[in-house]
């Protein structure tokens, strides 16, 4: 028996048809962009994309189920009714995600899914008396949609949150963006940086700083610090690490001359579980001091302004405040670099429960590569160090340039973990919880110990 043909004036299908056709298009619509845009499966996206792949998703049904009501004709008018529509929705979605900063959007992904989502409401407008052939266009789209769901991505997206300072330590990893090594290595990486320090040629990231991120780029001690100190922060684990020793400066105001003018006086740090804040622990202890009782140590005043002003009496300087302030004149209490002390600075830190996952590990191990051939590139090749970190904090002239990377000898050719600066700052943050754990809770080696056992770490420097 003939089954009935749709009524061409009202409809584009019976029920289970347009079920299908939907569910089917719903796929399409999510996977084809991901593919295009970002290279990647839906499976394997990580999950600061999948707000802004539900938005999307969220939109095309909600343009199927507008087309339903609508039940457009096969005529120019049904065409633009369903245009119309798609665009509306589209548009209404990038609204709601526009109130959403911590949500990044691509524009493109956004642009393909609704040209998707127009076409595949009209297709079966197109197809009423041809449902036999819409089933068999069905069947070929499925089977592609199939192949980009699961298909194994040639770029992994792996998502890189900075932390709030522009260091001299992190221009290796800058130097591994700016000369794709990260792409090298199969990874296709999208950075969060934080706000510039003057003018700088690397923007800062217009959106909030991602909850999840795969890998942080920060200081060790102070995520140490927060696992013992917050009941709710993740254990957190470094895979491998670029400073490693203590190279900051204690600057003073005019008219202090040596350490021991210090004492009683006030130290302008960052934060206390901070690298500076370490430091300053580091210097309560070399001098004998009680670090809370011979020596105020204030937060939020590390900067030249909060010298100046008077606000505090010294600083711990970052490298770039440093050489501003030497050259105008203010005293140099102490070089830190000469005290040979370790400390666990700028590392590559992850979450130990997302580093479980197999897949995460080739990541890791990928994104080691490239952090490692970043690190060679500095030491190789100053020059173009200096280039990259005149353009990632601030355009400084060739002198500051050439002071400031001066104070990156010490970063290691090998960047494994700061064993003994993790010691170290189990040692200076002592406490009852600190005392819970072992200098190996914090740390996870292998994949660094299995790049260098391979030679890949020896074969960078010939």
Same mark, same amino acid.
């Given at each position: 028996m003939t089954p009935p043909i749709p009524n061409p004036e009202n409809s584009s299908g019976g029920p289970l048809f347009r079920i299908a056709w939907h569910t089917l298009g719903l796929a399409i619509v999510l996977a084809v962009p991901a593919r295009v845009e970002w290279g990647a499966s839906l499976a394997s996206l990580p999950l600061g994309y999948i707000p802004h792949i539900v938005a999307m998703g969220a939109a095309y049904l909600a343009v199927a189920a507008i087309v339903g009501l609508l039940r457009p004709g096969r005529n120019l008018r049904g065409v633009l009714d369903v245009v119309g529509a798609t665009v509306s929705v589209y548009g209404a979605t990038l609204v709601v995600l526009s109130a959403r900063p911590d949500i990044s959007v691509s524009r493109p992904v956004v642009t393909l899914s609704?040209?998707?989502?127009?076409?595949?409401?009209?297709?079966?407008?197109?197809?009423?008396?041809?449902?036999?052939?819409?089933?068999?266009?069905?069947?070929?789209?499925?089977?592609?949609?199939?192949?980009?769901?699961t298909q194994k991505s040639g770029r992994i997206p792996f998502e890189v949150a900075f932390g709030s300072s522009r260091s001299l330590s992190k221009v290796p990893f800058v130097i591994a963006s700016e000369e794709g090594l990260f792409e090298k290595y199969g990874l296709d990486v999208r950075f969060w940086f934080p706000p510039e320090e003057g003018e700088?040629?690397?923007?800062?990231?217009?959106?909030?700083?991602?909850?999840?991120?795969?890998?942080?780029?920060?200081?060790?001690?102070?995520?140490?610090?927060?696992?013992?100190?917050?009941?709710?922060?993740?254990?957190?684990?470094?895979?491998?690490?670029?400073?490693?020793?203590?190279?900051?400066?204690?600057i003073g105001r005019q008219g202090l001359q040596h350490l021991e003018d210090l004492k009683g006086k006030r130290l302008?740090?960052?934060?206390?579980?901070?690298?500076t804040g370490f430091v300053a622990r580091l210097l309560a202890q070399r001098m004998g001091w009680d670090p809370t009782l011979d020596i105020s140590v204030l937060e939020f005043g590390r900067d030249a302004e909060s010298l100046k002003s008077g606000q505090v009496d010294a600083i711990v300087a970052n490298e770039r405040t440093f050489a501003q302030l030497q050259k105008l004149g203010y005293p140099v209490l102490a070089n830190t670099r000469e005290w040979d002390q370790p400390m666990a600075g700028n590392s590559v830190v992850v979450r130990r429960d997302w580093l479980n996952d197999p897949g995460h590990r080739d990541a890791a191990l990928r994104f080691l590569k490239a952090t490692s051939e970043g690190f060679a590139l500095f030491h190789r090749d100053p020059e173009l160090a200096r280039q990259v970190m005149a353009k990632w904090n601030a355009r400084m002239s060739d002198d500051l +340039? /050439?002071?400031? =990377? !001066?104070?990156?000898?010490?970063?290691?050719?090998?960047?494994?973990?700061?064993? @003994?600066?993790?010691? #170290?700052?189990?040692?200076?943050?002592?406490?009852?919880?600190?005392?819970?754990?072992? +200098? /190996?809770?914090? =740390? !996870?080696?292998?994949?660094?110990?299995?790049?260098?056992?391979?030679?890949?770490? @020896?074969?960078?420097? #010939?």
């Open positions: 609704m040209v998707l989502a127009a076409l595949l409401a009209l297709l079966p407008m197109l197809l009423q008396r041809r449902r036999a052939y819409g089933f068999a266009i069905q069947a070929a789209l499925i089977l592609a949609v199939s192949g980009l769901w700088s040629g690397i923007l800062a990231s217009q959106v909030g700083r991602p909850e999840h991120p795969d890998v942080i780029v920060d200081g060790h001690s102070p995520l140490m610090v927060r696992m013992v100190t917050e009941a709710n922060f993740p254990a957190m684990i470094a895979l491998a690490g670029g400073d490693c020793v203590t190279r900051t400066h204690i302008g740090v960052n934060r206390v579980r901070a690298t +340039a /050439e002071t400031v =990377y !001066d104070r990156g000898d010490s970063f290691p050719r090998k960047p494994f973990p700061c064993y @003994d600066g993790i010691k #170290k700052t189990m040692e200076l943050y002592d406490s009852n919880e600190m005392r819970r754990y072992k +200098a /190996e809770d914090f =740390y !996870d080696d292998s994949l660094m110990r299995e790049l260098d056992k391979s030679g890949f770490l @020896d074969a960078l420097y #010939k």
